[in-house]
C-alpha cells in the first residue's frame, strides 16, 4: 500500500493560486437561460486545485480499495466471481442505457426481448413455468415470492395460512422478509449435520403453514440431501416450498430445482449470472414459479404475440408490480448475455468447479481451520477456529491478517450457529495458483497465530488504515470529518 495521506479531503489542499483547465467564460449570460430566482447569489465553495492535484488525489483514493480488479474476494454467500468486462460495455450500449423508461412498446423491443429471453433461459435453468425480472435484490425476490404464496393460499379461501417455516441455516433474510409480507415466522433447530431435521419440520408442519422457505445450498453451504421428502411433506400438508436460490452457482446446470419440488424460488443474478454481489446494488432478484402459481406473478408482464413483445396487466390474481419499469435491466442484460455465451454443459462445469474450489480450500485448511460440519459442501466452506489448539484468536484478527496479507476477508462470524464462522466462497473463476496462494496465507496466519498469540491483535499492520479501536468507536462514535 501506499503512504499517499488519504485522510485530506480535496479541500484542505486547496491553495487560491492554483487553477485547472480555464474554460472561456459564455459570450450569453447565463441569467438569460436561467430564471433570475434559480441563480446562484455567491460563487460554490470548490477548492482551487492544479488538473494534476485533482487527479492524483482520486487515482490515489481509488487505490486504497480491495476490489475484485486488485485482491481475491472469497466472501461467502456473496459469490464475487469474475465477469467477463465486456457486458458492462454490451449493458450500457445505448439503445438500452439511454432509453426513455415511458417510451412506447415499438421503441424498446430491444429491451423487452432480452427480459423475455432471459425470462425464457432461466425457465429452462429451474424448470420453473414462468419469472418475473422485476424484484431488485435477493431480499426483494423472497417478499416478492412470499406476497405470491399469500395471495395464492388467500385465492384457495385458505385464510389460516400464515406461518413460515424457516430452519436456522437460512440466510438473515428470509425471516425478515416472511415478517414484512405479514406472515409469522416459525424457525426451525437444524440436525447436528446442519441440515433440515425432518422431525422438527415435521412438528411445525401443518394447516397454518403457507411456506416452508428453504435456503438452498443451506448457509452453511450444504445440500438439503432430504430435499424430495421435505417437498412431499410440505405438498402433503397444504403448503408450498420457496427456494433462496441466491447462489445458485453450485447447482447452476446441475439440477433443476422445480425437479426437487420447488415451487417458487428467487435467483440473485448479481451473484451468480455476471454481476458481483457487494458494493450495494444493483442487483436483481429473479423470482420464478410453478404453473399453479403463473397468474399470481407481478404486472406487467412481457408478452410475444411472434412478432412483437407487449407489456400486459391482464391477470387475474397478479400482487401487482413491486419495481417501476423493468427492474434493472442492466444487471437483466449482463445475465442475458452471461446465459447466451455458455450452453448446459458450461454451467455445469462451472457449478462443479465452485464446488470442487470450495472443497479443495475445505480439505486443504481442514488440520488448521477446520469445517464446521465435516462433510462435501458445496460452492462454500464453512470453517472455524479450534479452541483447543488457538484459544487466544478470533475469526476477525484472522480476517484482519488476511487483509495484511492482500486477501479480501472472508465472510465471518455467519452464519450464526457456526462458532467463530469463516466462511469462504472462492468461486469456479479463481484458479489453482490463487487457492494454493490463500490457503499458504491461511497456514501462516494459524501458524503465527500459535506461536505469537499478540499478533494477532494488532492487524493489519500494512492497511492505509489500521487497526481499529472498536470498542471506541461504538462508544463515541465520531461521525464527522
Ligand atoms: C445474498 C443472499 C440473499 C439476499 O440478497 P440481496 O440481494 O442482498 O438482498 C438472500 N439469500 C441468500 C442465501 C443470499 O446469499
Given at each position: 500500500m501506499n503512504n499517499y495521506p488519504h485522510n485530506l479531503l480535496s479541500i484542505e489542499k486547496s491553495s487560491a493560486l492554483r487553477r485547472g483547465v480555464q474554460i472561456k467564460k459564455a459570450d450569453k449570460k447565463a441569467s438569460s437561460y436561467l430564471?433570475?430566482?434559480?441563480?446562484?447569489k455567491t460563487p460554490p465553495n470548490l477548492p482551487s486545485m492544479s488538473e494534476f492535484d485533482v487527479v492524483r488525489h482520486f487515482t490515489n483514493l481509488s487505490r486504497l480499495n480491495f476490489c475484485l480488479d486488485t485482491h481475491f474476494y472469497p466472501l461467502g454467500s456473496c459469490t464475487m466471481k469474475y465477469n467477463p468486462k465486456a457486458y458492462d460495455v454490451l449493458s450500457s450500449l445505448d439503445g438500452f442505457a439511454n432509453v426513455h423508461p415511458y417510451a412506447p412498446e415499438e421503441y424498446v423491443q430491444g429491451t423487452l426481448s432480452v427480459v423475455y429471453a432471459l425470462q425464457n433461459q432461466l425457465k429452462e435453468i429451474t424448470g420453473l413455468y414462468d419469472f418475473t425480472l422485476q424484484p431488485a435484490a435477493g431480499a426483494h425476490g423472497e417478499f416478492t415470492g412470499a406476497l405470491i404464496a399469500a395471495a395464492y393460499h388467500r385465492s384457495r379461501k385458505d385464510?389460516?395460512?400464515r406461518e413460515i417455516i424457516i430452519p436456522d441455516?437460512?440466510?438473515?433474510t428470509n425471516p425478515a422478509t416472511a415478517a414484512m409480507a405479514g406472515c409469522k415466522v416459525v424457525n426451525i433447530k437444524s440436525g447436528p449435520d446442519g441440515r433440515v431435521d425432518l422431525e422438527e419440520l415435521k412438528k411445525v408442519l401443518g394447516p397454518k403453514t403457507a411456506l416452508v422457505m428453504l435456503t438452498i445450498p443451506n448457509t452453511a453451504g450444504l445440500f438439503e440431501k432430504d430435499i424430495k421428502t421435505i417437498a412431499e411433506m410440505t405438498h402433503k400438508a397444504g403448503a408450498l416450498l420457496y427456494m433462496d436460490g441466491a447462489n445458485l452457482n453450485a447447482l447452476i446446470g446441475l439440477v433443476k430445482p422445480a425437479d426437487m419440488g420447488v415451487d417458487l424460488m428467487h435467483i440473485n443474478l448479481h451473484k451468480t449470472i455476471a454481476t458481483p454481489h457487494g458494493g450495494g446494488g444493483p442487483g436483481a432478484g429473479a423470482v420464478g414459479v410453478g404453473e399453479k402459481l403463473?397468474?399470481?406473478?407481478?404486472?406487467?408482464r412481457i408478452v410475444f404475440d411472434g412478432k412483437k413483445y407487449k407489456l400486459s396487466a391482464k391477470t387475474k390474481h397478479s400482487i401487482g408490480?413491486?419495481?417501476?419499469?423493468?427492474?434493472?435491466i442492466s444487471v437483466i442484460i449482463r445475465a442475458y448475455c452471461y446465459l447466451s455465451q455458455f450452453d448446459g454443459n458450461t454451467l455445469k462445469e462451472i457449478a462443479e468447479n465452485a464446488v470442487l474450489n470450495a472443497n479443495y480450500v475445505r480439505v486443504k485448511l481442514a488440520k488448521y481451520f477446520p469445517a464446521y460440519f465435516d462433510a462435501v459442501c458445496m460452492h462454500e466452506c464453512v470453517l472455524t477456529i479450534d479452541k483447543g489448539v488457538l484459544p487466544a484468536a478470533r475469526t476477525a484478527d484472522v480476517a484482519k491478517m488476511l487483509l495484511d496479507m492482500g486477501f479480501h476477508a472472508p465472510t465471518i462470524y455467519f452464519p450464526l450457529i457456526v462458532p467463530e464462522a469463516i466462511m469462504i466462497e472462492p468461486t469456479e473463476t479463481e484458479n489453482k495458483q490463487t487457492l494454493d496462494k490463500f490457503i499458504s496465507a491461511m497456514t501462516s496466519i494459524f501458524l503465527e497465530a500459535g506461536s505469537n498469540p499478540e499478533v494477532l491483535h494488532e492487524?493489519?499492520?500494512?492497511?492505509?488504515?489500521?487497526?481499529?479501536?472498536e470498542v471506541s468507536a461504538a462508544r463515541e462514535p465520531n461521525l464527522r470529518w
Open positions: 430564471p433570475e430566482g434559480l441563480l446562484r385464510f389460516e395460512r441455516t437460512a440466510h438473515g403463473a397468474d399470481f406473478l407481478p404486472v406487467p408490480g413491486v419495481k417501476s419499469f423493468y427492474g434493472n492487524a493489519p499492520k500494512n492497511c492505509p488504515v489500521k487497526r481499529i479501536d
